[in-house]
């Protein structure tokens, strides 16, 4: 397929705010690819090439210049060689070969489609193909059961892979996809509300459990090979030695896990995330050891997908609760089960006298929704929180200048309602530490897709934890809402855009 076909497809996918129309060009398109051209058309049209990241940033694409074609010719597959050479360039010499390379594409491609490839190494697509109309894209032009073809998704972690198989083989080879012990899952993941009662009386009879203020891991153990997972499913392993020993000592040869680790304090109180999230960056742990300084992580776990030969994620949460309890009795995270208000709001206060989030609040008979937020799992924190990605900082002023300061905060547009991506929901620079506003300064120039004066633009990339007291309404913003006394907790380097909170959530809020 000519790659121009594809980005007419993505124009007309990102012109409509109709899920029905959205997903019906992407199903034309996708019926039309040769099996070779699925996998990258996946990754294009999602703006994540199979690839990973190019390693090219909006300075160097605007500082290019290149006379662009005028008559379409390459091909799908040009691109998808074209991005691998550029991923693959380093060493000596890779400057001049990344440049040319990218030269080279640059004159093979029309004005239309040079600007679509840019988009897609910079991550900024914004057609409103979010994962969720494309797997309903992927069922359509396959002709199999949606939810056949989002469980493969979810259990494989790989949504092209799950294309070329659904468009390319039997029914059987989709519906076969299952657990296999050594590659990550999508996480499940949970809801929100505001009180411990209201979560409890949504669910039911749940396990109420504290919410740790870690980095969630998943851990895979087969014999003595062990591997964990972030939630953004990229292998750690080597990072966390000390969370391999404890997998490796419980009395298992099998077993997929799901849980948390944090750094504890002297006092077995959670230190900051930060401290945390400190070995999870690249050299780290190298670091770390060179000066004889470590800081020691503690897993603790609350779900167990896979033990021996048998698989668990459609076994009731009571049944994998209680095989947690047989194999890693010292490390599930503590928690009860009950139905009764008040024993849940004892266990939420409990959890913040220890120092924790809140509570996560988990309906007992609910199976593992592996990549699913749904009502079964909901979390419960004493403040507003929500995972915002940020779109533009300006320059800041006072004490302030020469650093960017204030955050352009946006929420994921799930629906597609407001023509999809990322919707601008409110300003802050509240709780921004000079730590903070020093990496935020070193750091956006690298990602930025743009510049005016006094603000620079970013690809949405960056997802920060706010706190709110609230949501009002607003015209200023085009989701009809603005926040209320936003301030910065963190940034959440363990967590994706594509995880961050929707502004329907957040229009949830919103009273009469």
């Known amino acids: 397929m000519l790659l121009a076909d594809l ?11 109709s899920r029905l129309a959205k997903v019906d060009a992407l199903a034309s398109a996708l019926e039309r690819l040769e099996p070779e051209e699925i996998r990258p058309a996946v990754g294009f049209l999602t703006a994540s090439p199979r690839q990973g990241r190019i390693g090219v940033g909006w300075r160097t694409l605007a500082s290019l210049d290149a006379e662009h074609a005028t008559t379409p010719t390459l091909t799908i597959g040009d691109v998808d ?3 691998g050479e550029l991923a693959e360039a380093s060493g000596a010499g890779s400057v001049a070969a990344r440049s040319g390379a990218l030269s080279g594409l640059a ?7 040079w600007g679509f490839i840019a988009r897609v190494m910079l991550g900024e697509l914004r ?19 949606g939810d056949v073809v989002r469980r493969a998704a979810m259990l494989s972690g790989d949504l092209g892979e799950t294309a070329v198989i659904a468009l390319t083989q039997a029914p059987d080879d989709l519906e076969a996809i299952g657990l296999v012990v050594g590659r990550a899952v999508l996480p499940m993941l949970a809801s929100t509300a505001a009180t411990v009662t209201e979560a409890v009386e949504s669910a039911g009879e ?3 459990e504290y919410k740790l203020d870690g980095a969630r891991i998943q851990v895979h153990r087969r014999g003595d090979d062990v591997r964990v997972f972030t939630r953004n499913l990229a292998d750690i392993t080597h990072r966390l030695p000390e969370v391999v020993e404890v997998v490796k000592g419980m009395p298992v040869t099998d077993v997929i896990l799901d849980g948390e680790t944090l750094a504890l304090d002297e006092n077995d109180a959670p230190r900051p995330f930060q401290d945390t999230m400190s070995r999870f960056g690249a050299g780290a742990l190298r670091q770390a050891q060179e000066h004889a300084i470590q800081t020691i992580l503690h897993p603790w776990f609350f779900d167990v997908l896979h033990v021996d030969g048998r698989d668990l994620i459609d076994e009731p949460l009571r049944v994998r609760r209680d095989e947690l309890g047989r194999i890693a009795p010292a490390h599930r995270i503590p928690g ?9 709001e004892r266990v939420g206060a409990d959890a913040l006298a220890a120092g924790h989030e ?33 779109l533009a900082a300006e320059w800041g002023y006072g004490r302030r200048t020469g650093w960017l300061s204030n955050l352009h905060l946006s929420a994921r547009d799930e629906t597609g309602e407001f023509g999809g991506g990322f919707v601008m929901v409110g300003k802050t620079f509240k709780g921004l530490t000079d730590a903070l506003l020093k990496w935020q300064t070193e750091r956006f120039p690298e990602i930025a897709v743009d510049e005016t004066p006094g603000t620079v633009w970013l690809a949405p990339e960056i997802v920060v934890e706010i706190a709110i007291d609230g949501v009002q309404r607003s015209t200023r913003y085009p989701g009809g809402l603005a926040l209320r006394f936003a301030r910065v907790k963190r940034y959440r380097d363990d967590k ?4 961050a909170d929707t502004i329907q959530t957040l229009r949830g809020m919103l009273r009469g």
């Open 127 to 145: 057609t409103g193909a979010l994962e969720g109309v494309l797997l309903d894209a992927i069922a359509r032009a396959s002709d199999r059961p």
């Open 81 to 83: 060689v074209a991005l």
């Open 336 to 344: 009860e089960v009950t139905s009764d208000p008040d024993v849940a």
């Open 496 to 499: 994706r855009p594509a995880e």
């Open 107 to 113: 004159q093979r491609a029309t004005a239309d489609e």
């Open 206 to 208: 749940a396990s109420v």
């Open 7 to 17: 980005v007419e497809t993505a124009d007309a996918v990102g012109a409509t705010r």
């Open 358 to 390: 809140g509570v996560v609040v988990k309906a007992i008979d609910s199976v593992y929704g592996a990549g699913r937020r749904g009502a079964s799992w909901i979390k419960v924190k004493p403040v507003h929180t929500f995972d915002l990605v940020v």
